[in-house]
Structure formats: structure tokens, C-alpha cells
């Protein structure tokens, strides 16, 4: 854990900090909200440096759906005519 995110609007009074890395000490027994939360997207990533290790996967592409793929719906001509209502009477 790099400590960033909880250096960003203050210095987290919970993070003890080492000279290789750091710690939360409340991480196990309750983070507030706010550290449950972060990063929400890659952009919270960005802010701290880039130096977290937490990663998002990489989007995946948009596939074009084939003709073959795409759902058919297909009104029956006997739900929809007078006759079956002529017929239910």
C-alpha cells in the first residue's frame, strides 16, 4: 500500500508510514467510507501520481452483433388479425 489516497485532502492520522511502505492501522476493524470507496475510477489513480497499486482492467472492445445476433420479433398474424378476435367471442 503506497498511503497516498489518505495524504490527499490531509494526513490520515490511521496511516503509519515506514520507509519502504505504509500501513493503515484500521484497515482489518473499520475504514471510514470514504477509504472503502477509493479509487472509485482511474482518475483517483491519476490524482495520487500513479503510484497506487491498485489497477482497473482495461475496457473491453465494443463487438459489432452480426445480423444473426441480434433478437427477431416476429408477430403472428393470427394474435394480431380480426379473425382471432372474431374467433375468442
Same mark, same amino acid.
Given at each position: ?6 495524504r490527499?485532502?490531509? /494526513? ?9 511502505? !505504509? ?7 473499520? +475504514?471510514?467510507? $470514504? ?8 482518475? /483517483? ?9 491498485? !489497477? ?7 463487438? +459489432?452483433?452480426? $445480423? ?9 398474424p ?12
Amino acid at each position: 500500500m503506497c498511503g497516498n489516497c489518505c495524504r490527499i485532502a490531509f /494526513d490520515c492520522p490511521f496511516l503509519k508510514v515506514f520507509e519502504t511502505h !505504509s500501513l493503515c492501522r484500521i484497515y482489518h476493524i473499520g +475504514r471510514p467510507a $470514504p477509504c472503502q470507496a477509493f479509487p472509485i475510477d482511474q482518475r /483517483d489513480i491519476d490524482d495520487v501520481g500513479g503510484a497506487c497499486s491498485f !489497477s482497473f482492467p482495461e475496457p473491453s472492445k465494443p463487438r +459489432r452483433l452480426s $445480423p444473426n445476433d441480434l433478437p427477431v420479433w416476429n408477430r403472428s398474424p393470427a394474435v394480431y388479425s380480426r379473425e382471432a378476435e372474431i374467433e375468442d367471442s
